[in-house]
């Protein structure tokens, strides 16, 4: 009975100081960044918090920077707009119809284990360098989690589901509508949740294919002007932003998730 209260009492202990858990492991790395370039020699030196966080205050009123996160946001739209159009309904397909499951899985996991950067030269082949290439490179790389998980969420529904819905008359049709999507939201968002992550990593990369605007050419532009403290200023924002776009994602699976 001790140990049972003693574990309850830390359990109640740890709950009432759990919010101010994040903050401590925030300082934590600021810590290990300050220590890492502080006991460091040489350039990693320039990569110091200080001075980091001093550029990243003229960045932030910099008019001409918000010019460069809007073209990164504006990249990222598009490439997760192209994986929903695409990626949605073929995971559907793949996912109730057995066949086309049975035709894809090879092909599609042959697919996604490709690198996106191996994409890079066919991409510059085909579109030229640019936001086209920069974008479908992104597209190639996030539209594999949307496809998959929403597939596996398929093939997960409840056979009692779909046999009900077949007694009250229902075709394909309706039961894609009325059954199958509404009961695979979560695992849509989940596979969503995971495109963008990705799609936002590969961002950065995608951006030094010849673009001259953008955060990722930035982070180039900054090295080529041996403006070192920048880098991480600009990283800063790609971590501010990508959070946040998780963060919301998160949100809505966690409002749209009953199982």
Not at 59 to 73: E, N, R
Not at 142 to 171: F, K, M, Q, R, Y
Request: proline residues 4%; charged residues 15%.
């Amino acid at each position: 009975m001790a140990t049972r209260d003693r574990r309850r009492y830390g359990s109640e202990l740890i709950g009432e100081r759990g919010r101010l858990l994040p903050a401590v492991g925030l300082l934590g790395g600021l810590a290990v960044w300050w220590a890492v370039t502080a006991l460091g020699s040489g350039i990693i030196t320039n990569f110091a918090p200080a001075a980091t966080f001093a550029v990243l205050a003229e960045l932030v009123v910099s008019p001409a920077f918000y010019d460069h996160v809007f073209v990164s946001v504006y990249r990222f739209g598009i490439a997760l707009g192209l994986c929903l159009t695409v990626g949605l309904p073929i995971g559907i397909v793949v996912g109730y119809f057995k066949a086309a499951e049975r035709a894809t899985t090879v092909l599609f996991q042959f697919m996604r284990m490709i690198s996106p950067l191996a994409w890079f030269p066919i991409a510059i082949i085909v579109f030229g360098v640019g936001t086209q290439s920069a974008v479908f490179v992104m597209f190639m790389a996030g539209l594999w989690p949307i496809v998959l998980n929403t597939a596996h969420g398929i093939a997960t529904i409840d056979d009692d589901w779909l046999t009900v819905g077949e007694s009250l008359g229902g075709d394909t049709r309706a039961l894609l509508r009325r059954v199958v999507v509404p009961a695979v939201v979560p695992d849509m968002l989940t596979g969503i949740r995971l495109s963008i992550g990705i799609l936002w990593i590969i961002l950065v990369p995608a951006e030094m294919l010849g673009v001259n605007t953008g955060l990722g050419y930035l982070i180039l532009d900054a090295r080529d002007r041996f403006s070192y403290a920048e880098i991480p200023a600009i990283m800063l924002v790609i971590g501010f932003i990508g959070f946040w776009l998780d963060f919301s994602v998160r949100r809505l699976h966690a409002r749209w998730n009953w199982g």
